[in-house]
């Protein structure tokens, strides 16, 4: 994992100078605890918690977690892989637990997983869900922007890094077939 040690920032043209690196930072340096506790309101007509309460906890803690490790503004540029195990229930104290897998010129993957325990019993947490988001970092104009290299600390973390390498080489795959499948629809006059 030399290779993510350091990122280039800066001018990149070609008759620019040697830009300055940004040095990466360590997985634990941005990961970060989300706790909540459900509650009535945040149910579906089933009764049990709605899926969307879980997304928007777990948005905001990889968000939390793509802005410390870059430094600055991050936003969602993708959700996937979002997977509920176990359904949560009213009462339940949720701990979303998110780092940083990834690290990319200007993106990062955020790895997300969802514990639940009851609020008022000392009983282990149990895994509910998980997710893996891509956030890109962007400037004040909302422009993506370099990010510090991610420096995984543990072999989970070197692990982890190199699933999101797989997961981020299916994603680059994914779109660029649908790109071309709809160029070539479009080519051959199909208006859909
Ligand atoms: C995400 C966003 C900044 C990307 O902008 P862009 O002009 O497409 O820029 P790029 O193509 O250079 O992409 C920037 C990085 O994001 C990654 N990226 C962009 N779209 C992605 C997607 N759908 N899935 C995964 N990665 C993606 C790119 O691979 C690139 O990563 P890299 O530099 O590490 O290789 C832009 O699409 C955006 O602002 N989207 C809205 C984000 C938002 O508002 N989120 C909140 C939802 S309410």
């Known amino acids: 994992m030399t290779d993510q040690a350091t990122a280039a920032v800066g001018p990149e043209s070609p008759e620019s100078p040697e830009p300055p690196e ?4 360590p997985t634990s340096a941005s990961r970060t605890t989300l706790s909540h506790i ?5 149910t579906n007509l089933l009764g049990t918690v709605h899926g969307g309460v879980i997304m928007k906890l777990v948005d905001d803690a990889a968000g939390a977690v793509a802005g410390r490790h870059s430094g600055g503004p991050a936003v969602t540029a993708s959700m996937d892989e979002m997977a509920f195990l176990e359904p949560v229930r009213v ?3 949720v701990h979303v637990k998110a780092q940083v897998n990834w690290t990319g010129r200007t993106s990062m993957e ?7 325990e009851r609020w008022n019993e000392s009983t282990p947490a149990t895994q509910v869900g998980s997710a893996y988001l891509v956030f890109a970092a962007v400037d004040a104009d909302g422009r993506p922007r370099r990010v510090p290299p991610v420096l995984p600390e543990t072999e989970r973390d070197e692990r982890r890094y190199q699933e999101a390498q797989i997961r981020r080489t299916h994603r680059l795959a994914r779109r660029r077939a649908i790109k071309e499948l709809r160029e070539k629809r479009a080519a051959e006059g199909f208006d859909d």
Do not use: C
Not at 22 to 25: F, H, L
Not at 38 to 42: C, E, F, L
Not at 110 to 116: D, I
């Open 110 to 116: 955020v790895g997300v997983r969802v514990l639940a």
């Open 22 to 25: 940004i040095p990466g930072k």
């Open 91 to 93: 009462g339940d104290l």
């Open 38 to 42: 459900m509650t009535q309101a945040d």
